[in-house]
């Protein structure tokens, strides 16, 4: 059974009629337990259980320290090409919007690789628009050849693809996939991808399965916080985990919880997401599967971020930039703009003085 | 008489091993090493980083100590193979702990894929020091398959649980004439004690020890543990009793 299916079982679901019978008691019990339900998770997403934030966040600290340890793991994306060839109506990239198009060329590659290297990060995120003409799997490939010279670990962010074009990647040296559904609700989602291959919701959403047969170490999977009621995007993210990681269980999975940021076309979220929800989902996740990972980009401030690493934190993005070939050309375009703009030794440095330890090699491509 | 542990031709006086993963500074390992006494200390092969010196954690185990890479990662016989020549390669060693490990809700090992890579590399020289799931015929196996060491958990890694499989693990210290090392879920000292007085031969901690409030005066706590568990086994504890012994015996009459 896909996850498309396990959805299905939440169609025509009274999700505020759910929340609106939620008891303390109930709150306190799901915090209480050693494994949650479904249903207990969904109870900790409740506006209930806003008021049990402390007692989850000191559980949520403990589950951490005891399965990951005091470390965060650091990684950067690189993006290679902005092409892109749908209209996604919250995104700088897509095809609407004027910027300058372009792909990194192998020896452009290299010359942003170097540069990240540096800094001593070994995990890297490749990003590319959805252009299957400018950027195929092919060309992909032909980057991780390059990456592969300066880093052990190298996760994909990449339109959807088949299963055998995964294999093949996973083949040249990818261990991981990061993919965000965006918006599990499917008819928000229709209305948010008005045109472009990125319309068909179901072969995105069964992306990360297809990744998980072709031998994929990692996975991570999230939803785009801002364009629908939080509450039951968090929901399904935490489902689509769960999902994942008892159908493939020597897959590590993990989540994303992104929050929208300001980005050329200057579309505005629907729905606002305050720290306070933020941390509350991490926490509700964090309880429901103890051993996901938890992935916090630089679209969050450092001053926040400072913070969410004792919350459940599990990998944070470092030294970040969301322009292709942005590392070596400062006037380029980004996807988006991001708040935390720390380098690599600054966020090292604040994650140690937290009593924590940096991690910057947690794989090696065997 | 010294009471030494001897693996691959090392003579060993510390019976507590020691893992690397979890610590809030790599920084922690030389300290924990030194208060401990441990002298096999294991380190994921994910880990080691030769281009970065100051964040390598290899770099962090003292020198005199035995480096036990682990294949941590691996989901099968072929991934643990690959890391553990790899490790070889990166100037590690030749000892390998082997961890195969294809379910990341419990992290229980996989023991016919440990057996298939404890014979490919126990073949091509390596000190094997295979972590499982304490079961009799796959320890049987494990050391036709030319194991060093047998490394049974003690409960799922991490959990902090304890002597959970006491009962098999005991089976394993009376049948396997290799030396019986308790791997994972060792909490608290009293469980490594608990483990050393049954007759095991080490064991290894990691979690209790990285994560507590005071990792350096925990691994001192294990270290002294493992110690007075040793002794107490060498020292042949008394019979446990169910019932107090009479004083007034039945049969007395007949020494008579």
């Not at chain 1, 083949?171 to 559904?181: K, N, P, R, W």
């Not at chain 1, 039951?232 to 994942?244: Q, V």
């Not at chain 1, 897959?251 to 579309?267: K, N, T």
Request: a neutral charge; one cysteine or more; aromatic letters at 8%.
């Amino acid at each position: 059974m896909s996850f498309y299916e396990v959805l299905k079982k939440y169609d025509g679901f009274d999700f505020d009629a759910f929340f609106e019978q939620i008891t303390d008691h109930d709150v306190k019990r799901a915090i209480a337990k050693n494994r949650l339900s479904e249903t207990d998770y969904l109870v900790l997403l409740s506006p209930r259980a806003e008021n049990f934030l402390e007692e989850a966040a000191q559980k949520a600290h403990r589950l951490t320290v005891q399965h990951f340890g005091r470390v965060i793991l650091l990684y950067t994306p690189i993006y290679i090409s902005n092409y892109c060839v749908n209209s996604c109506l919250y995104c700088g990239f897509q095809v609407h919007n004027k910027l300058e198009r372009k792909k990194l060329s192998p020896e452009e590659v290299e010359r942003e690789a170097k540069i990240i290297a540096a800094t001593g990060l070994k995990h890297i995120l490749v990003l590319t628009g959805e252009s299957r003409q400018k950027s195929p799997v092919s060309y992909i490939k032909e980057s991780v050849e390059v990456l592969k010279k300066y880093f052990t670990s190298i996760s994909i962010e990449v339109y959807p693809l088949e299963e055998s074009e995964y294999a093949g990647l996973v083949a040249a040296g990818v261990d991981g996939l990061t993919i965000y559904q965006e918006v599990y609700d499917q008819t928000v989602y229709a209305d948010l991808h008005p045109a472009g291959p990125k319309r068909n919701y179901r072969f995105r959403l069964e992306a990360p399965e297809r990744a998980c047969r072709a031998g994929m170490r990692t996975v991570n999977v999230g939803a785009l916080l801002g364009l629908n009621r939080w509450r039951t995007e968090a929901f399904f993210t935490g489902l689509h985990a769960d999902y994942l990681q008892r159908e493939f269980p020597d897959v590590e999975v993990s989540i994303s919880p992104p929050r929208m940021r300001p980005q050329l076309g200057g579309f505005a979220p629907r729905f606002e997401v305050t720290d306070k929800n933020l941390v509350q989902y991490m926490l509700a996740f964090r309880l429901f599967m103890p051993r996901g990972g938890i992935a916090i980009s630089t679209r969050e401030r450092a001053e926040l971020r400072d913070r969410l690493v004792k919350l459940g934190a599990t990998k944070m993005s470092a030294g970040s930039c969301t322009a292709v070939g942005g590392r070596s050309d400062r006037d380029s375009t980004g996807q988006f703009e991001i708040s935390d703009e720390r380098s690599v030794v600054e966020m090292a440095g604040m994650i140690y003085s937290q009593g924590y330890q940096p991690v910057y090699k947690d794989w090696q491509i065997i | 008489m010294k009471d030494l542990l001897k693996i691959g031709g090392k003579e060993i006086t510390s019976r507590l091993f020691l893992g690397t993963g979890k610590f809030s500074s790599n920084r922690l390992i030389p300290d924990c090493v030194k208060a401990s006494g441990a002298q096999v200390v294991t380190v994921a092969l994910r880990r080691v980083d030769l281009e970065f010196e100051e964040e390598n954690i290899a770099s962090y185990v003292p020198g005199e100590c035995i480096l036990m890479p682990n294949t941590s990662g691996a989901r099968n016989a072929r991934e643990a193979v690959r890391i553990a020549r790899l490790a070889r390669a990166a100037g590690c060693g030749d000892w390998v702990k082997i961890e195969v490990i294809a379910d990341n809700r419990y992290l229980l090992p996989d023991n016919y894929e440990t057996v298939k890579a404890t014979e490919i590399l126990a073949g091509e020289g390596f000190v094997v020091l295979p972590y499982m799931s304490p079961d009799l015929m796959v320890a049987k196996k494990l050391a036709e398959a030319g194991a060093a060491a047998v490394m049974p958990l003690g409960s799922p890694i991490g959990s902090n649980r304890g002597l959970k499989t006491r009962e098999l693990i005991r089976i394993l210290i009376e049948e396997i004439p290799l030396p019986i090392i308790v791997d994972a879920g060792l909490g608290r000292p009293s469980e490594a004690a608990e483990a050393m007085e049954m007759g095991a031969a080490a064991v290894l901690v990691n979690t209790a020890i990285a994560t507590a409030d005071n990792p350096v005066a925990m691994a001192r706590a294990f270290g002294l543990a493992v110690e007075a568990g040793r002794l107490a086994y060498l020292s042949g504890p008394g019979e446990v009793r169910e019932y107090a012994r009479a004083s007034s015996p039945l049969t007395g009459f007949l020494r008579e």
